[in-house]
């Protein structure tokens, strides 16, 4: 699956952005799809997943309460909701996906076969 991440942008601290991740090629059922994000000068960390079958949804402790995942079957199209932004979450957002992906798993960078280029957040204080 081709993965197309989008919607990134420059929003004040406080402001709000939603990110999405439309799917070529194939739909994203059966599939976890994940969104990452890279700050300056850091590593890929996990910021949310969703089982697409299930909906069950999961997130890092930095973003909970703050960002929201959902999907859109009809558009084939996952979306991550930034609320309360912090300057702290400037960074390069990447959204990943992949079938078969344990819970345990959800986390972790190399469940992912399929990434997006990445849709750049920028927060200013």
């Known amino acids: 699956v081709q993965l197309q991440a989008s919607w990134g942008g420059l929003v004040q601290a406080g402001g709000s952005l939603r990110l999405s991740c439309a799917a070529s090629?194939?739909?994203?059922?059966?599939?976890?799809v994940a969104w990452f994000r890279q700050a300056p000068g850091g590593g890929r960390m996990f910021v949310s997943a969703?089982?697409?079958?299930?909906?069950?949804?999961y997130y890092a402790d930095s973003v909970k309460g703050r960002f929201a995942i959902s999907r859109d079957s009809a558009k084939n199209t996952v979306y991550l909701q930034l609320n309360s932004l912090r300057p702290e979450d400037t960074a390069v957002y990447y959204c990943?996906?992949?079938?078969?992906?344990?819970?345990?798993?959800?986390?972790?960078?190399?469940?992912?076969?399929?990434w997006g280029q990445g849709t750049l957040v920028t927060v200013s204080s």
């Open positions: 090629g194939r739909t994203f059922s059966g599939h976890s």
């Open positions: 969703i089982k697409w079958n299930s909906r069950h949804s």
């Open positions: 990943a996906a992949s079938t078969s992906v344990i819970q345990s798993s959800l986390a972790s960078q190399t469940a992912y076969a399929s």
